[in-house]
């Protein structure tokens, strides 16, 4: 399947107003939330069959499940995630986010269905077992080398586009966005660079124990999906703790002014 952090990119030219953005990106990476660590382990227990494409991958998911999915992530992110996050980020990075607003809530919902569908789709012509690999056969399970059918290309084609189409918008939204005077919180920077350490060690030790989990010899497409998959959940995983720890000194330091 394509990398899921590339899904965004398929909402860019959707993100204006009456549309809410952070809902539209919610909604485009919902369907494959399943898939994390250690949610993709929690829901293989309880959730019997292949969950993650009768569930979250077919079209009339996009309508309910994903779109609620989407909006739990948001509340997380709004009340949990973001200040934190913010604090962590580079002070250019972060002079420059928009200010927090309070979008209606019928548009939210209705961005997060759009970013869903976005998601659907494009993995529709992608996944081994979308909707359209599936009905037109002849067309994307077409061999263009022993080892690689059209799908599969453009699963890896898709990703890399949509890696570069983000890349792109987000330099060009940083040199065209005026930064605020406002500095908000922010962590020291010896601790930024601790946290960015401890994220980049703690992705790559997820991708070893991904790789070393696996008896037998790995393919390169089975290797890179591992490393992929480890370094997501290695890295969401230190940030989890950093979030963690800041929300405790926070705290801490409320209740030592009290």
Request: with cysteine; proline share 7%.
């Amino acid at each position: 399947m394509p990398f899921t952090l590339a899904h965004p990119a398929a909402v860019l030219p959707l993100a204006r107003r009456p549309l809410v953005a952070s809902a539209l990106v919610a909604g485009a990476v919902a369907p494959d939330l399943l898939y994390v660590d250690p949610i993709y382990r929690l829901a293989t227990q309880y959730i019997s069959g292949n969950f993650t494409l009768t569930l979250t991958h077919e079209f009339t998911s996009a309508v309910w499940l994903d779109p609620l999915l989407a909006l739990l992530m948001l509340v997380v992110f709004n009340l949990v995630l973001k200040r934190p996050l913010i604090a962590l980020a580079p002070a250019g990075f972060a002079a420059r986010l928009p200010s927090s607003a309070s979008p209606s809530l019928p548009w939210t919902v209705v961005s997060a269905i759009i970013g869903a569908v976005t998601h659907v789709v494009w993995d529709s012509f992608t996944h081994g077992d979308g909707f359209f690999v599936r009905h037109f056969p002849g067309v994307f399970r077409a061999a263009v080398t022993p080892a690689w059918d059209v799908n599969r290309i453009l699963q890896y084609v898709s990703t890399v586009g949509g890696c570069l189409v983000l890349a792109i918008w987000l330099y060009r939204w940083y040199r065209r966005t005026t930064p605020s005077d406002t500095p908000g919180d922010r962590v020291p920077s010896w601790l930024r660079y601790v946290v960015i350490a401890a994220v980049t060690l703690l992705a790559v030790t997820g991708a070893v124990v991904e790789l070393a989990r696996v008896d037998g010899d790995l393919s390169g497409e089975t290797a890179i999906r591992l490393v992929l998959s480890g370094l997501v959940s290695g890295g969401l995983a230190t940030l989890a703790w950093y979030v963690v720890l800041w929300h405790l000194a926070r705290l801490r330091r409320r209740t030592v002014t009290l």
